[in-house]
C-alpha cells in the first residue's frame, strides 16, 4: 500500500518520460553501428569476408591492389568481422546508421594498395609494424626487411642465408 | 468543387501529415524488428506523437511497415496488402532482412527481398534497428507521404 503511494508520488514529481521527437535516447557504450575500415592497416587477408555470416563484406585482389566492400543492407551487426580481423582495421561506428531510400546509398568501399616488392617490383600485400609484432615479437631490422619482400623473394633470401656456414650473413 | 476545392486539399495535406496510420506486416522476421517496432508504441518513445496509430486493417493505412525477408507463404499475402492500401501509399522497409533477405539470402523458402515483392520507398537499416532509429524513419516516411499526396 505504501510502497505504490510512494510508486505515484515518485512519478508525479518525475514528470513525463515520453522523449518530445526528435530528442534521442544517446547509443549505449559499445552500440554496434556501421563497419568502417582503416585501409593502413589491413593485411588483404580476407578473413573479414570469410567470416561474415551474411556475405556483408566482399574483398577481391586485383591489379595490385584489394578491394573490400561493405553493404550495411546485409549486415546482421554481429561484429565477427571485427573480432577476427588479425590486423586490426575494422572498427564498428558508435551510433546508429540512418535510415535510406535507395539500395546501397550507405556502402563502404575501399582499396588497399600493395606496395611493390622492393627487389623484383612485384606488388604484394603488406604487412604492419602490428602484426609483425603480434606474430613474432618485437620486430628488429631483420623481420622488417625480410617483410617487406614479396612471397617468392623472401624465400630466396631465406633459401641463401641457410647455404651459408652458421652465423655468416647471406 | 469549385472556391471550396483548395480549402479541401489543404485540410487533407494537413490531415496526412497530422495523422498517418501505420500498418504492420511480418513476412517470416525473426521478431526482433517486431518487438523493437512495439517500443516504440511505449511511452518511452511514443510514435503516436507523430500522430501515428498502429491500425489493424490495410485499407485505413497509409503506412505499410514490412518485417522479415518475405517467405514463400507469405508473398501472395504481401502482394495482396501492399494493393488495398489507398493511395498515396508508402512502404517502409525495416531492418535488414526486408532491404536484403540478410543471413536469409539464398534459401529456397525465401522469396524476397521485398523489392523483388513490391516497390518500398524507405529502408530502415539495423538487426534489429534501435526504437529511435524506426520513430525518425516513421517521421521520414510522413514526409514522403505528403510528397507522394501533393504529387498526385
Ligand atoms: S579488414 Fe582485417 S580481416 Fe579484412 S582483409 Fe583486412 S586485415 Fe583481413
Ligand atoms: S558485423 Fe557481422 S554481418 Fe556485419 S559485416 Fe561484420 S561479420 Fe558481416
Ligand atoms: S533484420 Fe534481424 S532482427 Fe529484424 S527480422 Fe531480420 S534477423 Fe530479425
Redo the contacts between chains.
Keep these: 500500500m505504501f510502497h505504490i503511494l510512494r510508486r505515484l508520488a515518485g512519478n508525479l514529481a518525475q514528470g513525463?518520460?515520453?522523449?518530445?521527437?526528435?530528442a534521442?535516447?544517446p547509443?549505449p557504450a559499445g552500440l554496434r553501428g556501421l563497419v568502417r575500415i582503416d585501409p593502413g592497416r589491413c593485411l588483404a587477408c580476407g578473413i573479414c569476408s570469410y567470416v561474415c555470416?551474411?556475405?556483408a563484406i566482399t574483398g577481391a585482389e586485383s591489379q595490385g591492389a584489394y578491394a573490400w566492400a561493405y553493404?550495411?543492407?546485409?549486415?546482421?551487426?554481429c561484429g565477427r568481422c571485427e573480432d577476427h580481423c588479425p590486423g586490426s582495421a575494422l572498427s564498428m561506428d558508435p551510433q546508429?546508421?540512418?535510415?535510406?531510400?535507395t539500395?546501397g546509398e550507405?556502402a563502404r568501399t575501399a582499396t588497399v594498395a600493395f606496395p611493390a616488392c622492393p627487389v623484383c617490383g612485384e606488388p604484394n600485400p603488406h604487412v604492419t609494424e602490428e602484426w609483425i609484432g603480434k606474430a613474432f615479437g618485437a620486430p628488429n631490422g631483420e623481420t622488417r626487411e625480410l617483410l617487406r619482400l614479396c612471397v617468392r623473394c623472401r624465400r630466396r633470401r631465406i633459401a641463401q642465408g641457410m647455404k651459408q656456414p652458421h652465423g655468416g650473413q647471406p | 468543387m469549385g472556391v471550396l476545392e483548395p480549402i479541401l486539399l489543404r485540410l487533407v495535406d494537413r490531415a496526412r501529415r497530422k495523422s498517418a496510420w501505420l500498418f504492420h506486416f511480418n513476412a517470416g522476421a525473426c521478431n526482433g524488428c517486431d518487438i523493437e517496432l512495439v517500443a516504440c508504441l511505449t511511452p518511452r518513445y511514443d510514435v503516436e506523437q507523430l500522430g501515428i496509430r498502429l491500425e489493424g486493417s490495410p485499407r485505413h493505412a497509409d503506412i505499410l511497415c514490412v518485417t522479415g525477408p518475405v517467405t514463400r507463404t507469405t508473398r501472395e499475402a504481401l502482394r495482396t496488402i501492399h494493393a488495398q492500401l489507398p493511395d498515396p501509399k508508402v512502404v517502409v522497409a525495416i531492418g535488414s532482412c526486408p532491404a536484403t533477405a540478410n543471413v536469409f539470402a539464398g534459401s529456397p523458402v525465401i522469396d524476397g527481398p521485398v523489392d523483388r515483392i513490391i516497390p518500398v520507398d524507405l529502408f530502415i537499416p539495423g538487426c534489429p534497428p534501435r526504437p529511435n532509429a524506426v520513430v525518425q524513419g516513421i517521421a521520414e516516411a510522413i514526409e514522403l507521404l505528403v510528397a507522394k499526396g501533393v504529387a498526385q
Design positions: 513525463p518520460v515520453s522523449l518530445r521527437f526528435p534521442e535516447v547509443p555470416v551474411s556475405n553493404e550495411p543492407g546485409r549486415c546482421t551487426f546508429a546508421p540512418p535510415s535510406y531510400t539500395p550507405l
